[in-house]
């Protein structure tokens, strides 16, 4: 077996080994097999069956998760747009971890490099520069889409429980994947007029749910810089797009966005729907989150200003 094939498939589970020879951009299909796997397991669908309470754990799942990635991978983690403690920090850490997106400093470390070379030659994952498909599903399976930039996120690696959960993201999907089948199987046992098994909430809860989950974070590298409009001139191509908002929970509003990262709002207006800015409304009246930051009243009235007419148009840039 070679160096680089060993190298590979210790990856699969200590993410952080070889990091430093980490750095081109071709398809590493060794790499690119654990996420083969999970698109594959969707087909198992037609051995488990459905029943509504997979479809309904799928959804909520679904919705949970994309709270973790939107509000704390995204807003929290890589734009520090809130506080909250330490405990909290990691629960939200762990339940984005689920999402198979990785460990919540990569994430934080490619997005920060995003905003700063946004559409630009090292932005890893823009359309503009590398198309449609690599932008969506191609980025991630090369090495330099693969590491971790630590020298991005030297704010987070102060706290090792965070550092670790990066380093071994593997762990946690597949412990929340068994954990999905052992509630399956005691469902089945317990309450077996509810049709489901271990198998069907492991396929429903897991593999279509994180699958579905998967495609629509990405559709904001993707088609969050292609279609819809922008409200702000930008140096980028970034748009603000309600359908994406909606299946987001908020984060198609990217031209917002790109316009005030450090805001822990998207929807800079009332009728801009922003589900996860209302959800860390809630949790700041609890007190498990707190300072906020708005978006400041010179960009909402630099927003509200008739725009010119390139940035009416619709579409691709």
């Known amino acids: 077996m070679s160096r680089a094939v060993w190298l590979n498939?210790?990856?699969?589970?200590?993410?952080?080994?070889?990091?430093?020879?980490?750095?081109?951009?071709?398809?590493?299909?060794?790499?690119?097999?654990?996420?083969?796997?999970?698109?594959?397991?969707?087909?198992?669908?037609f051995v488990s069956g459905v029943?509504?309470?997979?479809?309904?754990?799928?959804?909520?799942?679904?919705l949970v998760r994309m709270f973790a990635i939107t509000a704390f991978y995204h807003r929290y983690f890589a734009h520090k747009s809130f506080r909250t403690g330490r405990l909290?920090?990691?629960?939200?850490?762990?339940?984005?971890?689920?999402?198979?997106?990785?460990?919540?400093?990569?994430?934080?470390a490619?997005?920060?490099?995003?905003?700063?070379?946004a559409d630009q030659e090292l932005d890893?994952?823009?359309?503009v520069r590398r198309g449609f498909w690599w932008s969506h599903v191609g980025w991630f399976s090369c090495d330099a889409g693969f590491k971790t930039d630590y020298?991005?996120?030297?704010?987070?690696?102060?706290?090792?429980?965070?550092?670790?959960?990066?380093?071994?993201?593997?762990?946690?999907?597949?412990?929340?994947?068994?954990?999905?089948?052992?509630?399956?199987?005691?469902?089945?046992?317990?309450?077996?007029?509810?049709?489901?098994?271990g198998l069907q909430l492991l396929v429903w809860g897991f593999f279509i749910s994180t699958v579905c989950l998967f495609h629509a974070t990405v559709?904001?590298?993707?088609?969050?810089?292609?279609?819809?409009?922008?409200?702000?001139?930008?140096p980028d191509s970034s748009r603000n797009n309600p359908w994406l908002a909606l299946l987001t929970l908020g984060e198609g509003w990217?031209?917002?966005?790109?316009?005030?990262?450090?805001?822990?709002?998207?929807?800079?207006?009332?009728?801009?729907?922003?589900?996860?800015?209302?959800l860390l409304k809630l949790l700041s009246w609890t007190g498990l989150i707190w300072d906020l930051r708005p978006v400041p009243a010179r960009v909402l009235a630099e927003g509200r200003k008739p725009k010119p007419a390139h940035l009416e148009e619709q579409g691709n840039a």
């Open 219 to 234: 559709t904001i590298n993707s088609l969050g810089h292609m279609w819809g409009k922008r409200r702000f001139d930008t």
């Open 110 to 117: 490619h997005h920060r490099t995003h905003h700063q070379h």
């Open 254 to 278: 990217h031209n917002n966005h790109h316009r005030w990262p450090a805001s822990a709002r998207q929807g800079f207006y009332w009728w801009e729907i922003d589900i996860s800015w209302y």
């Open 51 to 62: 029943s509504a309470v997979a479809i309904g754990v799928c959804i909520v799942l679904f």
């Open 88 to 108: 909290t920090q990691f629960l939200f850490a762990v339940i984005g971890n689920t999402s198979m997106q990785r460990g919540a400093l990569w994430w934080a």
């Open 151 to 197: 020298s991005r996120i030297g704010d987070w690696t102060r706290f090792p429980e965070l550092v670790w959960l990066n380093r071994f993201d593997s762990l946690v999907p597949i412990l929340f994947g068994v954990a999905l089948f052992l509630t399956g199987a005691w469902l089945e046992a317990r309450y077996p007029q509810l049709g489901t098994n």
């Open 9 to 45: 498939l210790v990856r699969w589970f200590d993410s952080d080994a070889g990091n430093q020879d980490s750095s081109g951009t071709g398809f590493n299909w060794l790499r690119l097999l654990p996420f083969l796997v999970l698109h594959g397991g969707c087909l198992l669908v």
């Open 124 to 127: 890893l994952h823009s359309p």
